[in-house]
């Protein structure tokens, strides 16, 4: 569960800035909202307003930036990605940081850089406890080896290990040192260090982040006769018009034809590349743009099957395939892998969740998720400017939040909850005449004739 995301000199955010899902102690409304870890509550969502170029999607690039370095390094393109209302500021630090629970533990990881030069300057991670005291786990200082908290009981095994590790360690001023402790190391269920891949593990797995461009990201569900069911069921009450998913087979040739030839060539080396290995038994080659998808299995001794998406309209004689089907409904789709997944410990972070779709259809999809993962540890953060769904029986108020940019083009952050408002107060209204800022504001201009 994420408890706190921070960012300082990043994009629009000049100074500290932070997104929190501890609820306020004002708001009593929808306590099902609040799931609790040790008896500490976070809240299950974070919908977040603003006018266009106020930071909104900056805010879900803090996230895109924490996990792309975590996974990889720190990528080239980000050089000039500082907030460059101030000059200096290409020669501050910028700071991230998550504090999350996995499991009944919470932690803070968090790094600083110089994006200018792409130099890791600081890194950390801490256990925090309730009582307000943290245990150091590793920190690590520019031009130092990283340094294990005092505290961190290791076993001899862990000892071992960890000097073979320090020993081998080059520092790298690109990539963080968490990432390189899951670059071909193995860890024991019972290791002291075990908090390493813990850690990892949580941040490139449990962070889902979906924008404006991301695909549908599993196609698992669609092969699967109980989740297949299920889709179907959940098409249907969207009103799309579709009335039945269904995964058909097509031939080698018409996959040929649906691709362009670079990529199909690429694909037919590539089968026949795995095919040859004789360590190879079967495989899968999934397959999916803006328009379509495929999935191509391929058992050995047998020809390769491709199977593809075709959906069935009320009683017309003719499927049809998911190209065909309106920008909103595709939207649908990509969105569906967020009702169908049934794993804790899952934070969804959407930029734009109503691109495409109808408001209505926005908030039938929120009560879904809402309805579907009410048992579960699962969190969703997304920005919006659908002031429709700006309704307290959908969200408290402390998980409405505002994005304001000043006159500087400096983003701030804001919840609704620093308002005092009535429960049954017209939110939406309030938001559109300006009360709660987060609007664009124009200009006079005027037309002159020729």
């Known amino acids: 569960m994420l408890i706190k995301v921070m960012v300082d000199n990043f994009l629009s955010f000049n100074k500290e800035t932070e997104l929190t899902m501890i609820p306020s102690n004002k708001t009593r409304k929808k306590p099902e909202h609040k799931i ?6 976070m809240l299950k969502y974070a919908v977040i307003y603003g006018a266009n170029a106020a930071g909104k999607s900056n805010l879900i690039e803090v996230f895109q930036f924490i996990k792309y370095c975590v996974e990889k ?6 050089v000039d990605k500082f907030c460059k209302t101030n000059k200096s500021n290409s020669y501050r630090q910028s700071i991230f940081e998550l504090q999350f629970t996995i499991g009944n533990k919470f932690y803070a990881y968090g790094f600083s850089l110089m994006l200018s030069t792409r130099t890791i300057e600081s890194e950390w991670l801490y256990e925090l406890f309730q009582n307000g005291t943290q245990k150091t786990l590793f920190e690590r200082e520019k031009g130092k080896k990283p340094v294990i908290g005092e505290d961190v009981r290791l076993t001899k095994s862990d000892k071992s290990k960890l000097a073979t590790y320090l020993e081998d360690y080059d520092e790298n001023s690109n990539s963080l040192f968490l990432t390189v402790m899951n670059r071909g190391k193995k860890y024991t269920e019972n290791s002291k260090i075990i908090f390493f891949k813990d850690v990892y593990q949580w941040i490139s797995e449990s962070l889902i982040i979906v924008t404006p461009h ?14 297949l069911s299920l889709i ?7 009103d799309t018009g579709i009335t039945e998913v269904n995964i058909v087979e ?3 040739e018409e996959l040929s034809k649906e691709l362009p030839p670079p990529i199909f060539k690429d694909i037919v080396k590539n089968i026949k590349e795995k095919s040859e290995d004789e360590k190879n038994i079967g495989f899968k080659i999934s397959m999916r743009s803006d328009f379509s998808f495929f999935n191509v299995e391929v058992n050995k001794g047998k020809e390769p099957k491709v199977t593809t998406i075709s959906l069935k309209h009320g009683k ?3 499927n049809f395939k998911y190209e065909e089907e309106s920008d909103g409904t595709r939207r649908l789709f990509d969105l569906l892998d967020m009702l169908l997944n ?5 934070v969804y972070i959407v930029d734009e969740m ?6 209505k259809l926005t908030s039938r999809f929120i009560e879904l998720f809402d309805q579907i993962h009410s048992s579960q540890n699962m969190q969703l953060i997304f920005t919006t400017h659908e002031a429709s769904i700006m309704d307290q029986e959908l969200f408290r108020r402390d998980e409405i939040w505002f994005v304001e940019r000043n006159n500087e083009n400096i983003s701030n952050i804001y919840s609704l909850d620093k308002f005092k408002e009535r429960y049954d107060k017209k939110l939406s209204k309030a938001y559109l005449e300006g009360r709660y800022g987060a609007i664009p504001v124009f200009t006079k201009f005027k037309f002159k004739e020729e």
């Open 36 to 41: 609790s870890i040790k008896s500490t509550p």
């Open 73 to 78: 390094a720190i990528p080239i393109n980000y």
């Open 214 to 227: 991301t695909s549908l990201r599993s196609f698992e569900y669609y092969y699967d006769n109980a989740s």
């Open 232 to 238: 179907n069921n959940l098409i249907k009450t969207f």
């Open 250 to 252: 097509i031939s080698m």
């Open 316 to 318: 017309s004689f003719y």
């Open 342 to 346: 049934k794993s804790n410990d899952t």
């Open 354 to 359: 109503e691109r495409s779709l109808h408001p």
